[in-house]
């Protein structure tokens, strides 16, 4: 196993590409917090990842917050005494409508900056300080093909993801040399509770496959291999990189 005895925080675990994470975190050996503001669906993750381990647990936490993310650190301190792998997986499209900068409203601009880009911040400055300690550590941003090249009618979502990739690459410029890891996931279109309303619609359905060369949309345990080839050590001489998972959807 890739992840013996490592301790892994993933946000967001309670579903899609979060949970995917989590439980592929903990096949490889991982102890997992899984972290998320929804109680009821962390508890499900943690059920599954009960499977096969019971090395892992759940801490409420609106990542967004100061308070609670300092909490979520110090439990997973006080529980394992250390923390080698950050995964910040939260992240919201924002309105479902398409929405031009003009249109959109100045309290969804921020909700969606704070949970796509400050929870990254709040999330990364906690846990930077255990890991110059102890001398490495791991950290995964999850970004996405909309942090690489825009897409119409998002821009708060694209602008929060074209920060979470360029901050990727801030972080991996002053922490490698603490040998923290810092790299970046960008998957495609991948079918979560996110993507639901797109993908529930066939003609939408059918708009998003004609993007994607592997011409079929990708299930969560897609970005799961690459989630721990930049956990492991595998992975030891990569940072500031941004993992494109997305079946080839910006090759063209
Ligand atoms: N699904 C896709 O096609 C896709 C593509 C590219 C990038 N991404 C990115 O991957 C990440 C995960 O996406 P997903 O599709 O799995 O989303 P999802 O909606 O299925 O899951 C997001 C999880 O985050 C939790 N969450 C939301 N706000 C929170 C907060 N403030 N504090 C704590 N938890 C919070 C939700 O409760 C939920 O469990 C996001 O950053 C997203 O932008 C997704």
Same mark, same amino acid.
């Given at each position: 196993? +890739?992840?013996?005895?490592?301790?892994?925080?993933?946000?967001?675990?309670?579903?899609?590409?979060?949970?995917?994470?989590?439980?592929?975190?903990? +096949?490889?050996?991982?102890?997992?917090?899984?972290?998320?503001?929804?109680?009821?669906?962390?508890?499900?993750?943690?059920?599954?990842?009960?499977?096969?381990?019971?090395?892992?647990?759940?801490?409420?936490?609106?990542?967004?917050?100061?308070?609670?993310?300092?909490?979520?650190?110090?439990?997973?301190? %006080?529980?394992?005494?250390?923390?080698?792998?950050?995964?910040?997986?939260?992240?919201?499209?924002?309105?479902?409508?398409?929405?031009?900068?003009?249109?959109?409203?100045?309290?969804?601009?921020?909700?969606?900056? =704070?949970?796509?880009?400050? =929870?990254?911040?709040?999330?990364?400055?906690?846990?930077?300080?255990?890991?110059?300690?102890?001398?490495?550590? +791991?950290?995964?941003?999850?970004? =996405?093909?909309?942090?690489?090249?825009?897409?119409?009618?998002?821009?708060?979502?694209?602008?929060?993801?074209?920060?979470?990739?360029?901050?990727?690459?801030?972080?991996?410029?002053?922490?490698?040399?603490?040998?923290?890891?810092?790299?970046?996931?960008?998957?495609?279109?991948?079918?979560?509770?996110?993507? +639901?309303?797109?993908?529930?619609?066939?003609?939408?359905?059918?708009?998003?496959?004609?993007?994607?060369?592997? %011409?079929?949309?990708?299930?969560?345990?897609?970005?799961?291999?690459?989630?721990?080839?930049?956990?492991?050590?595998?992975?030891?001489?990569?940072?500031?990189?941004?993992?494109?998972?997305?079946?080839?959807?910006?090759?063209?």
């Amino acid at each position: 196993m +890739k992840l013996e005895d490592k301790v892994a925080i993933v946000t967001g675990a309670g579903s899609g590409i979060g949970r995917a994470i989590a439980v592929g975190l903990s +096949k490889e050996g991982a102890k997992v917090v899984v972290v998320d503001m929804n109680l009821d669906a962390a508890e499900e993750t943690m059920k599954e990842i009960s499977k096969t381990k019971n090395n892992s647990f759940v801490i409420k936490t609106d990542v967004t917050k100061g308070s609670d993310v300092d909490t979520m650190a110090t439990r997973t301190l %006080e529980q394992f005494g250390q923390i080698d792998i950050l995964v910040n997986n939260v992240g919201i499209p924002g309105s479902q409508e398409a929405m031009l900068l003009h249109t959109t409203p100045e309290e969804e601009w921020d909700r969606v900056v =704070s949970v796509n880009l400050k =929870s990254v911040y709040l999330c990364s400055k906690r846990v930077i300080p255990e890991m110059i300690k102890q001398g490495a550590g +791991k950290i995964i941003n999850l970004s =996405s093909v909309a942090g690489i090249v825009a897409f119409p009618g998002r821009a708060a979502y694209t602008a929060t993801k074209g920060a979470v990739s360029l901050l990727t690459k801030a972080m991996a410029l002053d922490y490698s040399k603490y040998n923290i890891n810092v790299n970046a996931l960008c998957p495609g279109m991948i079918e979560t509770p996110m993507t +639901k309303w797109r993908l529930d619609n066939p003609e939408l359905r059918k708009e998003v496959l004609n993007w994607i060369p592997m %011409e079929r949309i990708g299930v969560p345990d897609d970005i799961t291999g690459a989630a721990v080839f930049l956990a492991s050590s595998d992975s030891n001489y990569v940072s500031g990189h941004l993992l494109v998972v997305d079946g080839g959807m910006l090759t063209r």
